[in-house]
C-alpha cells in the first residue's frame, strides 16, 4: 500500500512518493525510502512488496552497467525499462512473482520518459502516472492540472499535491512525502 507518482516535465521528469511502509493493517515504518536513483538520469519509484523491488533494483543496475561496459555507450530509458520489466517477467515465467509496480523515470538524448512496469514485463509510456493503493486519488490531482509544458518546480508541487491528496483518503499512504527531480540533459551545440 503506497502512492507513488511520475511526472514528465518540458526540463526533465519528477517522482514523488508516500513514506509509509504497511505490513497489513499495523505501520511498519513511517520513514522508507520508496523512490531509488539508479543514476543522474534515471530513477524508479516503488510500489508493493519493498524486499521484491530492492532485489530488481540491484540486479537492474548490474545488468545495466554491464550492458554499458559491453556496448560502449548508455541505455536509453526506454532500453533500462525493458532491462527491468524483463527482469519482473522472469519471476512470473518461473511461478516466483515479484509483487511490485514500478514507475522508472529518466532522461536521455531524446527527451523526458515516464514508463510504468510490473511483473507482468509490460511497460507502458506516460506523461504522467501514479501507482498504488492511493493512485485513484492522485491520479484525480495529476489529470485535473497536468500541462505538458510544467517546469521541474510546477512539477515536483503537483507531485506533492497529488501524494497529499492521496495520503487524506487511502489509509496505506502517509507519513511525508518524498520528491526527486532529474532535469534533462544539456546538450552541447556544435561549433
Known amino acids: 500500500m503506497t502512492t507513488i507518482v511520475g511526472i514528465k516535465t518540458r526540463e526533465g521528469v519528477v517522482l514523488g512518493s508516500d513514506k509509509r511502509a504497511s505490513k497489513g493493517f499495523f505501520i511498519g515504518s513511517k520513514i522508507t525510502q520508496k523512490i531509488a536513483k539508479i543514476d543522474d538520469t534515471l530513477a524508479i519509484a516503488i510500489a508493493g512488496q519493498l524486499s521484491d523491488a530492492e532485489y530488481l533494483i540491484k540486479m537492474a543496475k548490474a545488468e545495466r552497467k554491464l550492458m554499458e561496459l559491453r556496448r560502449g ?3 536509453t530509458v526506454k532500453e533500462s525499462t525493458r532491462l527491468i520489466a524483463n527482469l519482473a517477467y522472469s519471476g512470473l515465467k518461473n511461478y516466483q512473482p515479484y ?4 514507475l522508472v523515470a529518466g532522461v536521455d538524448e531524446e527527451g523526458s520518459h515516464i514508463y510504468t512496469a510490473d511483473m507482468s514485463g509490460a511497460i507502458i509510456g506516460e506523461d504522467f502516472a ?6 485513484p486519488i492522485a491520479y484525480g490531482v495529476l489529470e485535473s492540472v497536468y500541462r505538458s509544458d510544467l517546469t521541474n518546480e510546477e512539477a515536483k508541487e503537483v507531485a506533492a499535491k497529488a501524494v497529499k491528496a492521496a495520503m487524506e483518503r487511502d489509509p496505506g499512504s502517509g507519513n511525508g512525502v518524498d520528491v526527486l527531480v532529474i532535469p534533462a540533459l544539456v546538450k552541447a551545440e556544435a561549433v
Open 99 to 102: 509483487f511490485v509496480e514500478l
Open 73 to 75: 555507450f548508455p541505455l
Open 130 to 135: 501514479s501507482s498504488g493503493s492511493g493512485s
